[in-house]
Structure formats: C-alpha cells, structure tokens
C-alpha cells in the first residue's frame, strides 16, 4: 500500500466510483512532466484517500501517435455512459494540446477518438476540462497558454455530442490578469500571467463557479471565478481573494463517499517534491470556502 507522501504526481484528478466503493487518481508523473518522453497515464486505486494501490497503466500511447512528451493533467469525466479522458499533450514543433479519449471503464484502456486534440491547432493550449451548458451541450474550457498570449487565457470551445469535433470557435471567458490577487511572473526573462487547471464546480443552488489556478503572493495559488448568467459562457467575475494561498494548485472538486466535498491539488509546485492532498470544502451560497 502506498500512501499520498509515495506518490509524485502533479495535477491530481479523483473520480469516486460508487460501484466499487473505490476512488480513481489520475495526474501527472511527476518524473516526466517536464522532460524526456512520456510513458503515459496511470491511476491508483483507494477505499480512503489515504492508502492506495498502483500503479497501474491507463493509457499507453498507440503506434503513430502524434505527440511524445509533456503528457499533463489528465481528467476522467462519465458522459453518457462512457468515460472519457481530457490530457494535454505536446511534440517538438508541434503546438500543445488537449486530446480526448474514451474507454468503457475508468480502468481504461483509453483510446484517441479523434486524429488530434480538441483545442485549436495553431494556439498553445493546456489543460482542458468538460463543461455541459443548461441545454445539455459540451464544451471544452481551457487555457490559451500564456506563453503564446502574455495574458494567460480561459476559453470555452463547442463540441459535438460525442465529443469528437469541435464546433465553432473558441470563445474567450477572461484573462489571468483579471483577477485581483495575481501576479506577473518572469519565467527565463519572459514575463506573463499564466491562467492554469480550470474547473467547473455547480452549487447546490445552481451557481455555476469556477476554480483556476495562477500565481499571488503565496506562490501558486488558487481562484475563484462566478458565472453571472450561470452558464458556461458567463459573463465570469473575479472573487478578489483566493481560496488556497499555499504554494498549490491545479485542483478539482468531488465528493466523498461518506458525503463532504473534497478538493485534490499538489502542492509543492516545485519538483520533484508535488504530492496529492485533499482537504474538504463547505459550499455558501454563492462560493466556496475551505472546511
């Protein structure tokens, strides 16, 4: 048994499997997130969140394969019966991507069900995640790197019901700089706001927020934004204060089966020292806040 301290991933993603009384982690592998050629996906497997088993393979790139490094970020989301895989993934000279994949189970295998990713060919894009607007249409809401753009961006794109093709055009939902509480950060002389890991999170009310992740004055950090028309295309204003502040982030939120919610981020976020943690969440009316 392995316990959250074993594990280096970054970027952890819970699915509860209620069938199996299990819950699912999926992340990042710690050791090939910025270097050298990615294996992979893997998951494990707990009773408790707190001892796990693993790991074991969830997606091994098929031969032809269009990209070989920088497999980031993956997320397991159940759509009309069949669970499909959200993972961002890049090659050299070949701009980075969300691709979706889908298998019967949350044990995979996962498959591509499309030739490339989702996101636009020409944008550098990471970290894609499901989005279903009030009249049960997906979108894919990302970000537009900030490495491309300067002001990191989140943007929603259609997709067809069964998540093959993209539909339209990418929609912008705002800028990094939005948010009162971050900060310009200076990677190797370039300077920029990163907008990271969104994630959609209805309220028992039926607010839709959503959580992001960039960098304030604790290191990375998380944030709060909130759908004025409570649909994904919001008009989305900035909570002014972040709701985690300690050097963690790319979080997302589910719920435990004897029935808090839960948020999963890493933290560090410097490796090789990342590991999963989970701490609950209480909902107020219109937000989050920790427990």
Known sequence: MLKNTDIHIRDPFVLPVAAERL??????????CWTGPAT?????TS??????????????PPVGFWADRNFWAPEVHVYRGR?????????????RGTQLLAADSPR?????????????RDWECLDGTLGVDASGQPWIVFCHEWVQVGDGEICALRLSDDLRTPVGEPRLLFRASEAPWALE??????KGYV?????????????LLMLWSSFGQGGYTVGVARSLSGDVLGPWEQAPEPLYTGDGG???????????????YHRPNVTPDERPYFIPLREEEASLALA
Do not use: N
């Open 108 to 120: 995979g295998p996962f498959l591509p069900i499309s030739d490339g990713p989702a996101t636009p």
């Open 23 to 32: 819950y699912y982690l999926y992340g990042t592998t710690g050791p090939e």
């Open 83 to 95: 669970h499909y895989l959200f993972a961002s993934f890049k090659a050299e000279g070949v701009r």
């Open 40 to 44: 992979g996906f893997d998951y494990y």
């Open 47 to 60: 009773p408790d969140l707190q001892h796990w088993q693993g790991p074991f393979p969830a997606f091994r």
């Open 250 to 264: 790319h979080c997302m939120i589910f719920r435990a089966f004897d029935g808090p919610l839960q948020l999963a």
């Open 185 to 190: 950060i200076d990677s190797k002389g370039r």
């Open 195 to 207: 907008t990271d890991g969104p994630w959609l999170h209805r309220l028992a009310g039926g607010g």
